[in-house]
T-cell receptor, first 113, second 114 residues
């Protein structure tokens, strides 16, 4: 079945440093979504990428979708303590009847003040 | 964004009892609802997908007789964990989606089975 791998599993950074998490799918995706889950909370939708090579920005967050639509990345510039949480990517297959999202394993970000 | 509610937010029960979790889309009609479980420090694992008025589609390895899903209306889905055991303790999260739309997640239900 479809697999979505995400690395790293954990990342500790000093406040002000940059952070990147990478997501790779074993199959081509129709779109990929990114979520943030704060400790004790539920996943909150951040963004959806649909087009090959797409790049979207939200303030200090930059999201990329690979040309082959099989990988994606989330980059945070100058992290802040409010960025703490687990970041999940979630991909949706480009073919077949499956309409559900397959979640990556997540990257748990700790920002040290 | 759209709001999805879940009730209860936390439940503690004795082994062998059944627990019902409700998931409601508050300001939109959800043609599809999804149920996930999440173990500590792990990712969300899809348990089942349900469409209003039809039987849920369960993922491989999820026992449909143990995790009963009812999607009675376009705004309500329920998950019943029957004869719960300690290994069923987990964080259960539902999400709801209008047709081809964005998925919105509920706040989750933390189940602890003693």
């Amino acid at each position: 079945g479809q697999q979505v791998m995400q690395i790293p599993q954990y990342q500790h950074v000093q406040e002000g440093e940059d952070f990147t998490t990478y997501c790779n799918s074993s199959t081509t995706l129709s779109n990929i979504q990114w979520y943030k889950q704060r400790p004790g909370g539920h996943p909150v939708f951040l963004i959806q990428l649909v087009k090959s090579g797409e790049v979207k920005k939200q303030k200090r967050l930059t999201f990329q979708f690979g040309e082959a639509k099989k990988n994606s990345s989330l980059h945070i510039t100058a992290t802040q303590t409010t960025d703490v949480g687990t970041y999940f990517c979630a991909g949706r297959l480009s073919s077949g009847s499956a309409r559900q999202l397959t979640f990556g394993s997540g990257t748990q970000l700790t920002v040290l003040p | 964004g759209a709001v999805v509610s879940q009730h209860p937010s936390r439940v503690i029960c004795k082994s062998g009892t059944s627990v019902k979790i409700e998931c409601r889309s508050l300001d939109f009609q959800a043609t599809t609802m999804f149920w996930y479980r999440q173990f500590p420090k792990q990712s969300l694992m899809l348990m089942a997908t349900s469409n209003e008025g039809s039987k849920a589609t369960y993922e491989q390895g999820v026992e449909k007789d143990k995790f009963l899903i009812n999607h009675a209306s376009l705004t309500l889905s329920t998950l019943t964990v029957t004869s719960a055991h300690p290994e069923d303790s987990s964080f259960y999260i539902c999400s709801a989606r209008a047709d081809f739309g964005e998925q919105f997640f509920g706040p989750g239900t933390r189940l602890t089975v003693l």
